[in-house]
């Protein structure tokens, strides 16, 4: 019996993983992420995968089953969950802690059954699958990966991992699991292909530590750390730090307040209950006493940081003296936000260390050794990169082949790829509509490529608006046509010409008895485009609008 | 007697540099570069300083003088020529060959006498000032720092530079003279920013070709690579290992082949007279036996790497085997249209070089030590960072501290900034309106921050046209509102809704005697914007249209 394997998101892309495996008339669903808006996408929020392929096959549907608590990984279950039900989500302790409220305000917190995933046990049956959990060390607490069991078929699918041997939390990659498992025979592992360009390895998470151990004690004025809200080894590291010199902590930034309660409770953030503090007692400490931790590493506009920076934040501001850690690294297309913020902080007298200028930051993604590593552990039948740009993918599979896996059963699949397994191996056998679904607001996929090229045209050179008045029957038009322009960087006699051009093409129009507004609208559209080219060389977006009275 | 010195741009930001140095009723100018739009510029196609502050004192303006034939340092100046006198243009020789094209383009090739600078010669007389011109190694070749006397008070302006020891074209940076002018004496060093913040050294230009010598020889199938239309050095480089390894140089993008064509005619390229190919004769070639260099080296739209990438040139494509060779770094903003082009190339089967994974590019602008290094052989009284963001600025402020400049003679100014030299020292005794000049199509200036603003209100969310008759003193709306909408993601309901509301909100405007045109506008753009809001929670531009008939 075959296996069905069909990535929905995340191939071809940083973003919005998704993977449909399907055997035997059932389907799990590994990780429902989301991808972050790029440029192109005017005005939109969050960028979903498109589950139409799922909302046709809805009742097959056993479980949900999530490596971690990442945004690109967790991020869309709400929305699936409004569309197709799923009965089960299957994670490991602090990934549930975190989705929980997210489920809540989607008003989905008793619509499916929570399962916690246990990497110390063996495996689970679900439906016609075995799932069995393996701890791996990324950049949030908790991560597995998954390997999956069905009709004798074997699939490692490594979730986002690195190799770290010196983790914070002393829960390293499960190397010995890894290799136990490769022993049994894997048939085709989907591997993380991130950091796969990268040559080396990626440094471990505490040399993050380090450098803050070096940085902090010898700062007279406050520190703040700026990290992603789920990096709770960050948090560690730093309040440890913190603590040690002395230092109390406040959180600002209401995602990193709640994931930091959130892994407090569940024991995966340890400190001593005098450490934090809130806000408006940070006005009783010296500089010197105090650190902040807050979101706000990649430039968000309404983040805490980037509020601290332009002088809006109601707590906290900084002075000279302060010195800001920025412990992430930008996410691609991030660079000029990030940069306007350090220039801000930088201007108001704050030091600021950034991943360009010192060892703050590592990526929690592992390297070309790393990855060569775990082929060697898994020793796998075919290798399928997943969880990256073409690039990363292309590079995962040299890897792939170096680790000498044959070049006939490494597969650079795309999303809507259908992959099917069998004893053979894996091929390439179908190919689905895929896509992307955008949140805008409430609306979620109402926003389609249209709207978004209508915004795009405006947002180049504005729009132009003629409003033109006949009469019934092609009667002569009546008074001038008006202009209304926006975005446009109009001059008036410009305005005057476009005024008399369109009042000529209305009357040419209605003496050669062209009387029907769908024509008369094309003419205006045409000739006044034409006209604007020549005098501006721009192409606003020309709306004629034609009231018959 | 004071000297005044007046940055138009360039200080807090990377582009458009443009120092005004006035004394005795008489101006120098030193550079007059342009800035690339970002992202919020939409559809801006050039930044310009704003040069109000030079159009004021036309008349006093005796020439202008260029350190380099980079865009941020030159591109400018045909708009600044547009709109005041300038009698003379200073600059080297490839400096001078680089600009010409771009006066003649401008219908300005006669308008200014072209003077050329000349390092190896002493100091020349430029109205009040003498001015002098001492050897950089940079990114581009014939670049100089400039060293500025008035009034017996001794500016040096060192221009974009690094400490190449080992440069392509053998002129290094002139350390000796650096030393000579040190030891007349410097009352004011305004430097190079860029690279402040980054430790160590920026490697040699030479380490590129090393690199190019590494991987071009290995390789079977054709090579592309990518850089800067004017890193000379680098095609120099390129074109060096293209002729040992018997490979034809094709040339592709317009702007690559006319910089060549000058670099060469003017000797700063050097190359056998078989070298370089036309497109056309790539096909007479094996893969082996062509290299093709081309601009695109930051993912730009029509440039000629984009279009391989995007399998749309006429002449090239990329197949499995060829190698593609980023040798450039992407500028902030342009890493997502950078990746785009990787990924692009890669799926073409290319191999992509680029500079995160192989050491195929160098930055033009020297590191901390270099900095400290030009400090300690200038020992500058006074010292003002030029040419960068504030973060940059800052940190070569910390670097002047550093190498024994006092504190109180560092000045950190920005645009506008007027800043007074005298020979108790530099302060900033004035501020001058600056800004930006936008180049949009043909317009220059037309599109301010108002057209911006509504560009990106109608970018975010669309815009809703609302078109309404009412008779003439306040009769009943004749038919139903008409509705327009452009990129608002918008369903039929609630457009009926919306058109409903609009009829509702005119009625009742009416009942109350409300009939001016204004007064009605606001009430419907008000009420409809509240009702999308409530249903959407998007805020498209409203714009309501009163036909009175």
């Known amino acids: 019996m075959a296996l069905r394997i069909t ?8 973003g919005k993983n998704l993977m449909v495996y399907e055997t035997d008339g059932e389907i799990v669903v ?14 939109v929020d969050l960028v979903l995968p498109d589950i139409a392929y799922l909302r046709d096959r809805a009742d097959r549907i056993r479980a949900v089953l999530l490596t971690h608590a990442h945004e690109d990984h967790v991020g869309a279950l709400p929305y699936l969950m409004r569309e197709v039900n799923v009965p089960e989500v299957w994670a490991t302790r602090l990934t549930l802690g975190l989705l929980q409220p997210k489920l809540d305000e989607h008003g989905l917190g008793q619509a499916t059954e929570l399962r916690e995933a246990r990497p110390e046990d063996g495996a689970v049956e679900i439906g016609s699958f075995r799932a069995e959990f393996i701890r791996m060390a990324h950049s949030v607490p908790d991560t597995v990966a998954i390997a999956l069991e069905a009709g004798g078929l074997r699939v490692l699918h490594t979730g986002d991992y690195k190799l770290d041997h010196t983790p914070v939390d002393g829960l390293r990659t499960d190397v010995g699991r890894l290799a136990e498992i490769g022993n049994r025979g894997v048939d085709l592992m989907l591997g993380d292909s991130t950091n796969a360009e990268r040559p080396g390895f990626t440094g471990s998470e505490r040399l993050v530590g380090e450098a803050f151990r070096q940085i902090i004690p010898t700062r007279q004025g406050r520190v703040l750390v700026a990290s992603f809200a789920s990096n709770v080894h960050r948090m560690q590291q730093a309040v440890d730090v913190a603590v040690e010199t002395g230092r109390k902590v406040c959180i600002i930034g209401r995602s990193m307040r709640k994931n930091l309660n959130i892994a407090r409770n569940l024991g995966y953030l340890e400190a001593p209950d005098d450490t934090f503090i809130r806000p408006p007692e940070l006005e009783e400490l010296a500089p010197s006493e105090a650190m902040i931790l807050c979101t706000g590493s990649q430039g968000e506009p309404m983040s805490a940081l980037t509020r601290v920076a332009y002088n809006d934040h109601p707590a906290v501001t900084v002075e000279r003296g302060d010195t800001v850690i920025l412990s992430a ?9 990030v940069h306007d913020t350090i220039n801000r902080l930088a201007k108001g007298g704050a030091e600021v260390l950034h991943q360009e200028i010192a060892p703050v930051h590592v990526s929690g993604h592992g390297n070309a050794e790393e990855i060569r590593t775990v082929i060697g552990l898994v020793r796998p039948k075919a290798v399928m990169p997943v969880h990256g740009e073409f690039r990363m993918l292309a590079a995962h599979a040299q890897l792939a082949r170096d680790g000498g896996v044959p070049a006939g059963s490494i597969v650079l699949a795309e999303n809507g790829s259908v992959v099917e397994l069998d004893e053979r191996g894996p091929r390439i056998v179908d190919r689905v509509e895929t896509g992307v679904t955008f949140v805008d607001g409430l609306g979620v996929g109402d926003v389609r490529d249209v709207a978004l090229r209508d915004r795009r045209h405006m947002s180049e050179d504005g729009v132009l608006i003629v409003v033109a008045t006949v009469g ?6 009546q008074g001038m046509p008006e202009l209304i322009v926006r975005g446009f960087g109009e001059s008036e006699p410009l305005l005057d010409e476009l005024r008399e051009e369109s009042a000529r093409v209305l009357n040419e129009c209605l003496e050669q008895d062209i009387t029907e507004i769908k024509l008369l609208q094309e003419h205006l559209h045409d000739e006044l485009a034409q006209l604007v080219y020549d005098r501006t060389e721009r192409r606003p977006m020309i709306l004629p609008v034609i009231v018959e009275v």
Chains 1, 2 share one sequence.
């Open 30 to 43: 590994v990780d429902a992420g989301l991808a972050f808006p790029r440029d192109e996408h005017l005005g």
């Open 472 to 477: 019934t029957n092609g009667a002569q038009p």
């Open 7 to 14: 990535p929905l998101g995340g191939l071809g892309e940083v």
């Open 329 to 337: 690294k930008p996410v691609p297309g991030n660079e000029l936000r």
